[in-house]
């Protein structure tokens, strides 16, 4: 069984920079969904941006897009999210999760536990 754990979160101020990251440990295909979500205190769960290891695709948030990347190191299998310039309403728990095959925009099915972000003005 796939285990995600998340770590790198913490407080930082408007405009600093972050980097989460996510081990996976278990049988990992690898081609295979990647990705980083959010929540937000009273708010749905976010799509923050994802990957598509067989071919490196990945898509943002409209939030996300010019300030954070996703990316992943195979040798590692760890999943990074390096965010640039955040933003208090960047505030939230931050979830890894995995989804298996090729279709990102689907659900994903494996999370792990989250790390918190706060980002104070």
């Known amino acids: 069984q796939v285990q995600l754990v998340e770590s790198g979160g913490g407080s930082v101020q408007a405009g600093g920079s972050l980097t989460l990251s996510c081990a996976a440990s278990?049988?990992?295909?690898?081609?295979?969904?990647m990705g980083w979500f959010r929540q937000a205190p009273g708010k749905n769960i976010e799509r923050v941006a994802t990957?598509?290891?067989?071919?490196?695709?990945?898509v943002y948030a409209d939030s996300a897009k010019g300030r954070f990347t996703i990316s992943q190191d195979n040798a590692k299998n760890t999943l990074y999210l390096q965010m640039n310039g955040l933003q208090p309403e960047d505030t939230g728990m931050y979830y890894c999760?995995?989804?298996?095959?090729?279709?990102?925009?689907?659900?994903?099915?494996?999370w792990g536990q989250g790390t918190q972000i706060t980002v104070s003005s």
């Open positions: 999760a995995m989804r298996l095959g090729s279709v990102c925009a689907l659900t994903f099915e494996t």
């Open positions: 278990g049988p990992t295909p690898e081609s295979r969904c």
């Open positions: 990957l598509y290891t067989g071919d490196g695709t990945a």
